[in-house]
């Protein structure tokens, strides 16, 4: 699958099969995701993988629009100390949406399916996710990533729009 037809393919996928996910393929996921590239290159990102039923039950509670049957949650965060600072801090989100990106290209390329639940800035999941992982101040989880294999079919498609589009000639 080359990259144009992978990014297509990309779709939310909201329903899985029980199937699991073996740990070498999460590490495949984790080195695409940490090749993302990062202001500086501060690499500003921390993963949360849950494998934990447990922790999963109540990790997807903490956002009532991200319950979905996935048998693996990654929470994808941005750790303040290891960001840029002052003015420039925020930058670490599209550094980790970056990441989260590529976290999502790659399993479609291998047949799983993803979607992408956001967390930062909405307060209070951030809060009980924060809560449920017991993760200091200065780690901010911006996204929470479903994963698993498929269990809905989606078109691929492009939204191309070409009134989104400025040629400055
Ligand atoms: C920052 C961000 C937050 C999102 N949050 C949610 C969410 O909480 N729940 C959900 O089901 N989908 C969520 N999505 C997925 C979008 O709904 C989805 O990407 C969009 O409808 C386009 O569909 P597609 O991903 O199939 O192309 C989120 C996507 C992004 C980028």
Not at 104 to 118: E, K
Not at 138 to 162: V, W
Request: include cysteine.
């Amino acid at each position: 699958m080359d990259v144009r037809e992978c990014i297509l393919k990309r779709r939310s996928i909201r329903k899985y099969s029980d199937k699991e996910i073996d740990r070498q393929i999460v590490v495949d996921l984790l080195e695409c995701a940490m090749a993302a590239p990062s202001a500086c290159n501060k690499q500003p990102w921390e993963f949360y993988v849950i494998e934990n039923q447990d922790v999963l039950k109540e990790i997807k509670m903490c956002s009532r629009y991200s319950q979905f049957n996935s048998p693996l949650v990654i929470i994808v965060c941005g750790n303040q100390e290891r960001s840029l600072s002052k003015k420039d801090n925020d930058f670490w989100i599209q550094d980790v949406s970056a990441a989260i990106e590529n976290i999502l290209l790659r399993a479609t390329s291998i047949g799983l399916g993803t979607v992408w639940c956001g967390l930062t800035p909405t307060e209070m999941p951030t809060k009980k996710v924060k809560e449920v992982l017991s993760l200091p101040e200065y780690i901010i989880p911006l996204g929470m990533i479903h994963i698993g294999y498929p269990d809905e079919e989606k078109e691929e498609r492009t939204q191309y729009n070409s009134n989104y589009v400025h040629y400055i000639e």
